[in-house]
């Protein structure tokens, strides 16, 4: 039976303590499926508000795209009464999620503990930089993460220096990694009516998101260095020139390979026996290279992507964001969605999960600082009942 549009998650009530990006980024999916999200700010609120250029209507654009579908309310715990109504939102939540430093919530009576003790059904969700062990006096950052776990070490020229990855991908695949244990938890409770404590930490996402490259380490014994743009272990699957631009070219298999050797006019290198296996293209990718890129130089990278595409060939020019949104408006995915209504409404990027039966909606743009503070305190000043509108 369908929900009438309503997404999975209505009626879970969830207490976002936490700030930046992991979390957020966390909060905002929960949101987006459904979740009553309250966002607990301190009175300078969250740190990417400030995180401009870019900004749209003076508030950081980075807050934007993270924030919308939540409810906000300034909370400075160290005051008395508002650490008395974050501790009384927390016994009323589904869900807590935090990003202090472990521990740091312990003196405002809002570590797993105390919220537990008064809230025995609640999934606690901690996401740090180290985890909570040793590791946890160590300040967690995305940049940090990304050095230390080897992802810069794989990231860049093979003769030049390591780079950051364009984004934050170790706070994103933490939020997401978040999600997934919330989820979980939350799916456990309604079996057995137990909370529990769910923690993430960016260091171990960082280290099961470099897939082949950890596997490469941990069951082969062999640490990879960066390849520039090089696959380790296929070719064709990086740039190549074309007449104009670059383009991705990812025959990843026997058969792509004879696709991609047919639209190029050289079917011959194909059924080259130096070059039937994958294991054989990558030992002679310096022989195979300049083949494949005096073909391609007699058309340019779009001519030869709508070629390879028709043939069944992975491939793709090299393009800046704005050609990524409009080759998914190509392909009917409808990348950019309203959140809110009226003279609030504001562009975002849909949710990329589509439900059949319990469709994702915006209702709520990014909020204000303390926007829904005061309805907020006093439904938290009332005895429990209803749920905060």
Known sequence: MADDGAGPLVGVLVADFSRVLAGPYATMVLADLGADVVKVESPAGDDTRGWTPPARGG??????????????IVLDLRDPGDAAAARELARRADVMIENFRPGGLARYGLDHAAVRAANPGVVYASISGFGSGPGARVPGYDLM??????LMSLTGDPDGPPYRAGISVFDVMAGNHAVIGILAALRHRDRTGRGQHVEVNLLSSALTGLVNHSSAYVAGGVVPYRMGNAHPSVFPYEPLPTADDDLIVAAANDGQ??????????????????????????????????????RLAAKGAVEWFELLVEAGVPSGPIQTIDGGFA???????????EAGEGERAMPTTRHPVRFSETPVRYPLP???????GAELRAWLARPLGGEPE
Request: net charge negative.
């Open 59 to 72: 508030t950081s654009t980075y807050y934007l795209g993270v924030n919308r579908g939540k409810h906000s």
């Open 145 to 150: 993460v990304q050095a230390v776990s080897g």
């Open 257 to 294: 390979f004879r696709k991609l050797c047919e639209v190029l006019g050289i079917p011959e290198v194909a059924a080259d026996p130096r070059y039937a296996r994958n294991a054989d293209r990558t030992a002679r990718r310096d022989e195979l290279r300049p083949l494949l890129v005096e």
């Open 327 to 337: 080759m998914a408006e190509r392909f009917g995915l409808d990348p950019v969605v």
């Open 366 to 372: 990014p909020p204000e600082l303390d926007e829904h």
